[in-house]
């Protein structure tokens, strides 16, 4: 009996040394509001030598796709399923609304927990703060510093009238730095201080390059040539996160993890084209369900990724980077989730496990960005009104003010229309072919209605008077849902 105890015992260390030594440390950055045209590897006007080099060494993904805003794609990279199954795909969770992404999902870190990770967030959260249960170190962080909300300004912190920053659950007031610097400071000094004995798991979403556009000059200087202000001053932002990256990696290496570390990058969403954001030659921009405001820059390299300097046609969707990191880390995806275990594609470039995705069902009227649209293979079929701006914008064209503004008389033709675009042929979207393919058209809607099916209605609550930040010394806080 003892000795079968013991034998037991040896197994069990080694199953579970097997699992940790399979485990790499893993690095997921999230770029806000990043364009497809604003990375080095893709235009060279763009000064990112950093993101350019780790990509170059991994896999630039070429069809990875995310969300058109913030909330939805986040809430996809944690709990693997669609924004429409969790009543977030209406916009975002701004800050008065008594909402947070519903807890009955398990998140990817507490899952990686159970798999010895350690486990730390550092940047944006946006999935709701309105009680503790909502927030991060409730949800499978360890640890956590930033802010709960999006689009706050990058020296001051404060967003809609509040402070918004935290060291875990402390908060934080603003010392003048920009907040590229403080979240990379932040992800090196948790590099250098883990104990490499066990997995890491950093969570990187930064807040830049989402407006507010600030940046320090000295990044905004290295585009003389760029001729207007947001542009200008967003490339410089660009810059300022390439080198906080740079940091981040040179930390790695002093770690003497960097090639046991597993590196993804994503945007949550396509360049915010009125906010120095572009995406040309791709269609449209963020808040749109063009390729411009979906179709992520995005890219993987590191531990287990076997090849380099290759461009990976295979569809990828944000609803998938939580069973494949899970599986990356040596664990075993739910089944029962809308997204697919990536990882072997992904690792060995292969062909990738999907052909079919949701951009997005929102039921909201028109006129409140209402919309749906579907991919199956080649084809992509939008109804309703795809988002404002929807042009073929040039970087540095034109600046924002030029711009179509969003007017219910942009959105009247759009009520009850279909589009359809063939994406091989047509991945700019010039051409609608709903009225030469009605059949097509008659295929997507029918596997788009069956998704409908499925959908919880938006959860998206008026303002609640009780989040007031002075009710709490000035920061948004939780404790008022
Ligand atoms: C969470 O709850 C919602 C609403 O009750 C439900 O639709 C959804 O299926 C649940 N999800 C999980 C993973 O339990
Ligand atoms: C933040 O600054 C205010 C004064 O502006 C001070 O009263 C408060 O104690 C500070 N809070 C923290 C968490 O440092
Ligand atoms: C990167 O590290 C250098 C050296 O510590 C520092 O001067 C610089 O501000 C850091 N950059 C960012 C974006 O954090
Ligand atoms: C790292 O963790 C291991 C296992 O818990 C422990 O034996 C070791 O002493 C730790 N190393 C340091 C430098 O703390
Ligand atoms: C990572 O591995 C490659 C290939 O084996 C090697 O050339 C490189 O020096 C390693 N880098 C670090 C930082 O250990």
């Known amino acids: ?26 690095l997921f950055i999230v770029a806000d509001d990043y364009g497809w045209n604003d990375v080095g590897f893709r235009n060279p006007d763009v000064i990112t030598p950093n993101i350019d080099k780790l990509a170059r060494s991994g896999m630039i993904l070429d069809s990875s796709y995310v969300m058109p805003v913030c909330t939805p794609s986040r809430n996809s990279f944690m709990t693997g399923h ?37 486990t730390h967030a550092v940047g944006k ?27 706050e300004d990058y020296y001051s912190l404060v967003v809609a009238g509040g402070k918004d920053f935290r060291d875990n659950k402390t908060p934080v007031n603003a010392t003048g730095e920009y907040s590229t610097h403080m979240h990379a400071k932040r992800a090196v000094s948790i590099i250098s201080e883990h104990n490499v004995s066990q997995p890491l798991y950093l969570y990187l979403p ?45 930390a790695l290496k002093k770690k003497g993890i960097f090639n046991d570390t597993l590196i993804i990058f994503t945007t949550d969403n396509g360049g915010w084209t009125i906010h120095g954001g572009n995406n040309y030659p791709l269609r449209g921009g963020k808040t749109t369900l063009f390729e411009g405001g979906t179709r992520a820059t995005a890219f993987v390299s590191g531990a287990g990724i076997q090849k380099s300097n290759y461009v990976y046609p295979g569809i990828i969707h944000a609803v998938d980077w939580m069973p494949t990191v899970l599986s990356a880390a040596g664990g075993l995806p739910d089944s029962n989730m809308d997204g697919v275990d990536q990882w072997d ?39 309703g009104y795809p988002g404002p701006y929807q042009g073929w914008y040039k970087p540095d064209q034109v600046d924002y003010r030029h711009y ?77 849902c």
């Open 1 to 26: 009996m003892a000795n079968l105890t013991s034998l037991l015992l040896v197994c069990v260390v080694q199953i579970l040394s097997t699992v940790f030594a399979r485990s790499p440390h893993i």
């Open 82 to 118: 669609y924004a429409f199954k969790s009543g977030l795909q209406h916009v975002v969770i701004y800050p008065p609304q008594a909402t947070c992404s519903p807890l009955n999902y398990t998140f990817l870190p507490e899952k990686l927990k159970e798999l010895g990770y350690a």
């Open 125 to 151: 959260w946006h999935l709701g703060f309105c009680k503790w249960e909502c927030t991060p170190t409730y949800r499978g962080f360890d640890s956590f510093y930033g802010f709960y909300n999006g689009a």
């Open 206 to 250: 930064f807040q830049a390059v989402h407006q507010p556009l600030q940046v320090p000059e000295k990044y905004s200087n290295m585009y003389p040539n760029v001729k207007t202000d947001s542009r200008r001053t967003y490339l410089g932002m660009v810059t300022a996160m390439d080198e906080a990256i740079g940091n981040v990696t040179e």
């Open 345 to 383: 594609s992904l690792r060995t470039a292969g062909e990738s496990k999907r052909s079919e995705f949701v951009y997005n069902i929102d039921d909201m009227k028109p006129e409140q960005c209402g919309h749906a649209a579907i991919r199956m293979g080649d084809y992509k079929l939008i109804s």
């Open 404 to 480: 179509e503004e969003s007017t219910l008389n942009e959105i009247r033709p759009f009520i009850d229309q279909i589009m359809l675009f063939n994406l091989k042929d047509d991945p700019n979207e010039h051409v609608d072919l709903s009225k030469k393919h009605p059949d097509i058209v008659e295929k997507l809607k029918k596997r788009l209605d069956e998704y409908h099916k499925q959908i919880v209605p938006a959860n998206f609550p008026g303002v609640t008077k009780a989040s007031d930040p002075d009710n709490y010394g000035g920061f948004w806080t939780p404790g008022w």
